[in-house]
């Protein structure tokens, strides 16, 4: 019966949702304030039933109900219960509920802060959030039940994919799809500028800190996934240019795009249209990694499906979406261009610059994720799209980002000059210069190049960052205070520019500086490897709550000294039958040390694999101060004073 | 400079960079791809021997012979029509069985032994690599990869 309720609430949120669309039309077209003002109530009211509903899903993988096909597909009785709650969004069905819940809540967030907004644009912009929730409830209950029953009920579950039993994928796929679905936000804002024709700048003033708070989530779900990869696929590769990671990696690069360029617009006027284009890209690409991840297209861990018409359905919603808002750009765009001018020696050209290569990164990574699949589609041939090529385009790209980033921070607004700029920053720019060049004797190996390359800029770009703190502080009466009180916005810029330059400092590093071995080993055989000596001390038995597994014991010396006793496991799950590696690591800020172990052979050997990680913490670390510089800044007090529209009571209401 | 002149330029450079970047773009993706062979195709000569390519089919049971005391393996992949001989040095990916398919990338060598580089395998018991499903001939559920170190 529970689950039943279930559905009703599913059905009822649909109810709802288009409640949040007419009332705002109807209410727009009458220009009716109490019609408009019905999305507010409604919207609430569908997170409430969208809450609901996914409780009870939890409950039914809390109590095992296998007569729920979802259930029995992805649970198992054995399986922990931390695993059963995160099973709930473990495949496709669940996930699209979770998909829904966030978009309410983000609808819910935007309904709690609309009071700052005109009226009208509060009203379209819920609208706008309501469209894309119906899309998402239709398809969700046409294509995909979470509540589907069968009976009789199966004894017993086929257990959740033992890939995804682990802590890190219980929070990934939350915060990327709260990354994903925030961009409705902007993009919803966008809309509701285009369809009132009044984008002025206190537009990008209320779309900045949602622009930033989805931008700082999908940062943060594409680090944990990059993490979890490192660790569980068990063969010590952090990024692999897989196209989900790229599916989800495209929309934070035209993100990245859009929270700069919002930045310009809200300063300065400037590059209105195409922020708007922006906004509307990224949660374009937002749906398109939905369409990529779930229909099946694709072959990874992800791909949890294949349904024709899911596909079918999520490409739908895709052209709707991006057809419909580039028409009404095409069509509304021209009337809300314009705006201040420029120097080209200012930092709107810096930002400029910055725009364009993110987005042209993106456009690289399209190219490179979506051909091979659509020469599929049309039966031209199988292709796959290797790493190599995504390593050097992207890398090409990043170059010119981090020179710019570096000026970009530094120079003024409308007009300045590249003797003052190069008067404040001679010094970075030739102590980056110098750690390059002697990066490139230190370093070895065939990357050597290109990691001193990236070194250099990582440096360039933390030392430019520190440069303009101390520009601010110093000299001042009290340098501390000064820097205790600069504006939230400049202090999570600096955050996450550090942690730019952290994470390419990271990515070279590791690059350059790790090794690896692939080697057999015997209990009481030991191998070295960077420096530290690695022993297989013994094999023994290990007896997991829904798994067998052979734990391997490894002795990690340096000099003489213990450095770390290290557990990897090559566990079986009964249920699905299924082998998994779980690598032993020992964790540090400079160095991980990896053990895998990978196949038995003869006798009591086996194949193993020993990584030393150089600095590969500095990569997600960097994400992670990304992401605090995005909480920050999102948080500036200049967002929460309320936006008074100067244009407002000039714009014509053309809608 | 007339405030003309300069946009004039601007526009020119910028055409001039984003046609090199494009230019520089398409010749390394065109460096990069690998296409999808089946052991018949191989056999039958249509697979590249300059350059890296992939290959899938089911692994011949009994067919995987491992060096002693190395961690060299040697394998035979079938489409149920032709045979090609797989060689790899290092750790196969969990789920790597024989009679199951997989696919690899790698060059094929003048002895016509294919040299991986790469083992792929699906992962889950019910999957298959949807270009080995099309290489036998049936349609299969989608697959799953993962892949071992190199």
Redesign the interface.
């Known amino acids: 019966m529970i689950p039943e309720i279930g559905l009703f609430l599913c059905v009822l949120a649909l109810a709802l949702a288009v409640v949040q669309v007419a009332f705002p039309t109807i209410g727009l077209w009458r220009r009716d304030a109490a019609w408009l003002a019905m999305a507010r109530p409604a919207a609430r009211a569908q997170f409430a039933c969208l809450l609901a509903a996914f409780a009870v899903l939890v409950h039914a993988f809390l109590v095992n109900d296998f007569s729920l096909v979802y259930v029995a597909q992805n649970s198992n009785s054995a399986l922990p219960w931390p695993y059963r709650v995160s099973a709930t969004w473990g495949a496709h069905e669940g996930s699209l509920l979770l998909w829904a819940l966030i978009l309410a809540g983000w609808t819910l967030a935007v309904t709690l802060r609309d009071r700052e907004l005109p009226g009208d644009i509060a009203g379209i912009v819920t609208a706008v959030m309501g469209l894309v929730s119906i899309a998402f409830l239709l398809f969700m209950l046409f294509t995909s039940n979470p509540f589907a029953r069968e009976l009789p009920a199966p004894p017993d579950g086929a257990d959740l994919?033992p890939?995804l039993q682990d802590p890190g994928l219980i929070i990934h796929p939350p915060m990327l799809y709260m990354g994903y679905v925030g961009f409705a936000v902007p993009f919803a804002f966008a809309i509701a500028a285009l369809v009132s024709g009044r984008l002025t700048p206190g537009w990008a003033r209320w779309a900045r800190p949602w622009a930033l708070t989805a931008w700082l989530f999908l940062t943060l779900g594409i680090a944990l996934g990059s993490w979890w990869a490192y660790y569980e696929?068990?063969?010590?590769?952090w990024w692999?240019w897989d196209p989900v990671e790229n599916a989800s990696f495209m929309p934070w690069l035209l993100g990245t795009a859009l929270i700069h360029s919002l930045a310009v617009t809200d300063k300065r006027g400037t590059f209105k249209s195409w922020t708007v284009l922006l906004a509307i890209g990224a949660f374009s690409l937002s749906l398109l990694g939905t369409f990529l991840v779930r229909s099946?297209v694709l072959?990874?861990?992800h791909?949890f499906?294949?349904d024709p018409a899911r596909g079918v359905f999520v490409l739908g919603i895709l052209g709707v979406a991006v057809g419909g808002s580039l028409t009404l750009y095409a069509w509304r765009g021209p009337k809300v261009l314009a705006g201040g001018s420029y120097e080209?020696v200012s930092r709107e050209t810096f930002l400029l610059a910055n725009s364009l290569l993110l987005a042209?990164s993106t456009a690289?990574i399209l190219?490179?994720t979506i051909?091979p699949l659509v020469l599929d589609a049309l039966g031209l041939?199988?292709?796959?799209?290797?790493p190599?090529?995504f390593n050097?385009?992207f890398g090409?790209?990043m170059l010119p980002l981090a020179l710019a980033l570096g000026w970009g921070q530094f120079a003024r607004w409308r007009e300045d000059s590249l003797r003052r700029l190069w008067g404040q920053l001679r010094y970075a720019a030739g102590a980056a210069l110098l750690l390059g060049v002697c990066a490139v004797f230190v370093l070895d190996g065939p990357t050597r190049i290109t990691a001193a390359i990236g070194l250099a800029l990582a440096l360039w770009v933390a030392l430019s960052t520190l440069v303009g703190v101390w520009q601010r502080c110093a000299g001042r009466a009290s340098p501390l205070a000064t820097l205790l009180a600069q504006p939230r916005g400049f202090v999570g810029q600096v955050l996450a520019h550090l942690g730019f330059a952290m994470t390419v400092a990271g990515v070279c590093l590791t690059g350059a500086l790790s090794v690896?071995r692939?080697?057999?080993m015997a209990p009481g055989d030991s191998v070295e490897l960077g420096g530290y000596e690695f022993r297989f001390e013994s094999l023994n038995e290990f007896t997991g709550p829904n798994f067998q597994a052979d734990e391997a014991l490894f002795l990690v010396t340096r000099n003489g000294r213990t450095v770390a006793e290290l557990r990897p496991q090559k566990r079986f799950y009964k249920v699905?039958?299924?082998?998994?590696?779980e690598a032993g690591i020992d964790a540090g800020f400079t160095r991980d040390l990896y053990v895998s172990l990978?196949?038995p052979?003869e006798g009591r050997a086996w194949?193993v694999?020993l990584h030393y990680k150089a600095y590969i913490r500095w990569i997600w670390l960097g994400a992670v101060l990304m992401a605090a510089g995005g909480l920050i800044a999102a948080t500036d007090r200049r967002y929460r004073i309320k936006a008074t529209e100067p244009a407002a009571g000039v714009a014509t209401q053309e809608a | 400079m007339t405030p003309r002149r300069?946009r004039m330029l601007?526009i020119g450079l910028l055409v001039v960079g984003?046609g090199l970047?494009t230019a520089?773009?398409l010749n390394?993706?065109n460096?990069?791809?690998?296409?999808?062979y089946s052991p018949s195709d191989v056999v039958a000569g249509k697979a590249p021997a300059a350059r890296?390519f992939?290959i899938g089919g089911l692994v011949v049971v009994g067919s995987v012979k491992?060096a002693p005391?190395?961690?060299d393996v040697e394998f035979t992949l079938t489409d149920m029509k032709q045979q090609v001989t797989v060689r790899y040095?290092?750790?196969?990916p969990?789920?790597f069985r024989e009679g199951q398919g997989i696919v690899a990338?790698g060059k094929l060598g003048p002895d016509g032994v294919f040299a991986a580089r790469e083992v792929l395998a699906k992962?889950?018991?019910n999957y298959m690599?949807?270009?080995v499903a099309?290489a036998l001939g049936h349609p299969g559920?989608?697959?799953?990869?993962?892949?071992?170190?190199q």
């Open positions: 994919n890939l696929l068990g063969w010590g590769g692999f099946g072959t990874s861990v791909a499906a294949t080209p042209v690289t190219l490179g051909y041939g199988k292709i796959s799209v290797g190599p090529y050097l385009v090409l790209l690896d692939h080697e057999r699905r039958g299924m082998p998994m590696t990978g196949e052979l194949s694999r | 300069k601007t984003m970047a520089l773009i390394a993706f460096q990069n791809l690998m296409y999808f890296d992939r491992r005391d190395q961690l040095a290092g750790i196969l969990d789920l990338n992962h889950d018991e690599p949807p270009e099309e559920p989608d697959a799953t990869l993962t892949r071992p170190a």
